[in-house]
């Protein structure tokens, strides 16, 4: 996909990866609608990067998400990308994690890029790339982390069966299994402490992987 001119959503544009992506994005000259819940970061991004369009979101609000995806769609006129960069942590052994822990974990990390991604699919044309960053986790599920790693393997399983739905429509679907990154992520966790991590990805290195994703991903090949 070419960057120049593209109508790219971003949801979870708020967090490190998402902000550090609408920068390079914008600079590729991508038109972009912005979708946080920082209502002050979103206006730092209005205020910096001149044209972008912007809307607060809740991840509870599954409704909401896919109603964004439409206006998204409507105000920018069409769709070419959507990348999810929404996601929370939470550590700590299985009998720890409370049940409503449990909810707000596959809520946020599954269900919500899920809501997105499922409304983006019919604006999505030829050549269009939908994007859910989900981590390595989803192959390898650590110990202390068995909620968070659940749903982010929803959501990879979620993207693995819609991508084979759209080969026929040549519509990619790239499920970005992205190494441990230093944003901070893991002390805004929900529930308990991180363990100690080792070094991780830098934000430039992730967003230079989503980049690549966006620009890089073949047409899915059409069905026989």
């Known amino acids: 996909m070419d960057i120049e001119g593209a109508r790219v959503l971003v949801p979870g544009a708020t967090g490190a990866i998402g902000s550090a992506l609408a920068r390079t994005l914008h600079g590729s000259g991508a038109l972009l609608h912005l979708a ?11 205020e910096q990067l001149p044209g972008v369009l912007t ?3 809740d991840a509870y609000d599954l409704d909401g998400c896919a109603a964004l995806t439409d206006r998204a769609a409507e105000r920018l006129g069409g769709l ?4 999810t960069c929404v996601g929370v942590p939470a550590f700590g052994p299985a009998e720890t994690v409370s049940d409503a822990v449990a909810e707000h974990l596959m809520t946020v990390n599954a269900l919500a890029p899920v809501a997105f991604l499922r409304a ?6 030829s050549g269009g790339v939908l994007v859910a960053l989900t981590g390595v986790v989803a ?5 202390h982390m068995a909620d968070y790693a659940a749903a982010k393997s929803a959501l990879a399983a979620w993207v693995e069966a ?13 499920d970005l299994r992205l190494p441990h ?4 992520f893991a002390g805004r966790a929900v529930a308990g402490r991180p363990p100690r991590l080792p070094p991780g990805l830098s934000v430039p290195a992730a967003v230079a992987l989503v980049m690549a994703a966006l620009t890089d991903a073949p047409p899915a090949p059409a069905a026989a």
């Open 181 to 184: 990154v230093e944003t901070g």
């Open 139 to 143: 192959d390898a599920p650590p110990a």
């Open 162 to 174: 819609v991508r084979k739905e759209q080969r026929r429509r040549h519509v990619t679907l790239v």
């Open 80 to 83: 070419d990308a959507v990348v």
């Open 36 to 46: 946080g819940r920082d209502e002050a970061v979103l206006r730092t991004l209005g």
């Open 55 to 57: 809307s607060t979101f």
């Open 120 to 125: 983006a699919l019919p604006h999505m044309t």
